[in-house]
């Protein structure tokens, strides 16, 4: 059936900017007529007379209102979808049992279980599944926060089961010795999911997308997923409040935790941390992301990334990525958590703290500061 004037008026501005987007690659083309009009006639294949006129005429509207504004600018509505891939062969990310795949559009990767913790505790109520983001290396680091947030005596969400705790730890290639060790501590502990996937930078993406794919199908009772770094303090008992008010809606598609800009530029040099080809992704800016060291993510919202993130181009910066790119694609709702610190240097003097990002701290730097927060929040809890 045409399409009618009716049908078109309203939505005739996002149809023209659409077909703009779908001939981005040759926006240098967009002075020559000959373009402008095979343009409009891929436009209004399927539209009546009158609303072939009426898009031609904003087509032109359209093009002379942003005549000084680059085309980037133009096009900012569906910057989102820079990288998406509908033609692509990948079969979707997906659990096989003790085997797994993750992909984006360009690169899938095949990968093993190789340890699977059975949750423990199970209750009614499964708020929070906590996955933290580890290295192969870092057995120290576990052992403060088995001691510290972890530590069922200091979290009274953990203690209860309205949250689980797990480590989610790749391989080192080679180090067979460093990969015994830690079979045997995930045996020993019972909370390490271990994974035969590379642990480096350039995988994070994979290993964040294996962590939301453990927990959408090995662990699907739980309500939200959290992903955090093994270098964050973290006060699980903030959370209850925002649970209990609704301020997180467990049942909606969303992913909460510190947002990042609106204006955020996507670093081109190569030199610099966070380097993005423009072959990866291609607008000048971000959509606004969840920062990597902590956020949650509505059980709901991880499914639709897992079984969407295969028509996504890869990049390596990981939040950007899932949190924000993918994230805008599907119409995921990013929101804003109270109480998250973002930076080392962050003067957290007086405040109440759900979690702030310590990098680069020591064992005995970040055992020390949790130690001093606990007592003043236990103090604060009394009073």
Request: with cysteine; aromatic share 12%.
């Amino acid at each position: 059936m045409d399409i009618t004037v009716l049908d078109v008026v309203p939505k005739c501005k996002k149809m023209v900017i659409y077909c703009i987007q779908e001939r981005s690659a040759f926006g240098k083309m967009l002075e020559t007529f000959r373009f402008h009009s095979t343009m409009i006639r891929n436009c209004t294949k399927r539209l009546t007379l009158k609303a072939t006129i009426i898009v031609v005429v904003l087509f032109y509207w359209v093009l002379l209102q942003n005549q000084e504004a680059p085309i980037s600018e133009l096009l900012e509505e569906r910057c989102d979808r820079s990288g998406w891939n509908y033609s692509t062969t990948a079969g979707r990310t997906r659990d096989f049992g003790s085997r797994f795949r993750v992909s984006f559009a360009d690169i899938q990767k095949s990968q093993r279980w190789l340890h699977l913790p059975k949750i423990k505790n199970p209750t009614w109520n499964r708020d929070i599944l906590m996955i933290v983001a580890s290295r192969p290396g870092s057995v120290s680091r576990r052992k403060v926060l088995r001691k510290t947030w972890m530590n069922k005596a200091n979290s009274k969400i953990i203690r209860n089961g309205r949250m689980q705790v797990l480590f989610l730890v790749g391989m080192v290639a080679g180090d067979r010795d460093l990969m015994k060790a830690v079979k045997k501590e995930a045996e020993s502990f019972g909370d390490i999911i271990v994974m035969n996937l590379e642990d480096t930078y350039d995988n994070l993406p994979f290993k964040v997308l294996s962590l939301l794919l453990y927990g959408t199908n090995k662990a699907s009772d739980f309500k939200i997923i959290g992903k955090i770094d093994d270098d964050v303090i973290f006060f699980p008992d903030r959370l209850t409040p925002l649970l209990d008010e609704n301020v997180i809606d467990s049942s909606s598609y969303s992913i909460y935790g510190y947002l990042s800009q609106d204006d955020e530029l996507v670093v081109r040099n190569e030199t610099k941390p966070w380097y993005v080809p423009e072959t990866a992704y291609n607008c000048t800016k971000y959509p606004v992301y969840a920062l990597g060291p902590f956020y949650l993510i509505t059980n709901k919202a991880a499914n639709l990334i897992v079984e969407n993130s295969r028509f996504q181009n890869f990049m390596t910066v990981e939040d950007a990525l899932i949190a924000g790119i993918i994230a805008e694609g599907l119409g995921i709702q990013r929101h804003s958590l109270p109480m998250v610190f973002r930076y080392r240097f962050d003067n957290t003097d007086g405040k109440k703290i759900l979690s702030w990002h310590m990098s680069k701290r020591s064992d005995r730097q970040f055992l020390d500061f949790y130690q001093q927060s606990l007592a003043l929040y236990q103090l604060e809890q009394e009073s």
